[in-house]
């Protein structure tokens, strides 16, 4: 069974860091991409970055220049997601899904999202 597990989020004064990860474990096939979205109260979920299993990561034109996406050297089935310049409009609760090839069929794993909150 494929479980997707995100470390907790927290809260952040503007302008601060903060570092997610998101991890996948059980049986799985090819990774084919890893991404963040994220959904702040009373919005649609929003697209955030979208990490290649090569490191290469396209970011929302938000988030680009103070998000990085990265793949673990040592572990590519953990993703971390390093925030900097953190404002009150980052708030959201914060999701990774794991793009996974298996036998022919893409799937989609979700964590369970992780609350970050950017307030003074």
């Known amino acids: 069974q494929v479980q997707v597990v995100e470390s907790e989020g927290g809260l952040v004064q503007p302008g601060g860091s903060l570092r997610l990860s998101c991890g996948v474990s059980?049986?799985?096939?090819?990774?084919?991409?890893i991404r963040w979205y994220r959904q702040a109260p009373g919005k649609e979920r929003e697209w955030v970055a979208t990490?290649?299993?090569?490191?290469?990561?396209?970011y929302e034109d938000s988030v680009k220049a103070r998000f990085i996406a990265s793949i673990d050297n040592n572990n590519e089935r953990r993703l971390y997601l390093q925030m900097h310049s953190l404002k009150p409009e980052d708030t959201a609760v914060y999701f990774c899904?794991?793009?996974?090839?298996?036998?022919?069929?893409?799937?989609?794993?979700w964590g369970q999202g992780t609350q970050v909150t950017v307030s003074s």
């Open positions: 990490t290649t299993t090569d490191n290469t990561t396209n």
């Open positions: 059980g049986t799985i096939g090819k990774i084919m991409a």
């Open positions: 899904e794991w793009a996974i090839y298996i036998d022919s069929i893409t799937y989609d794993y």
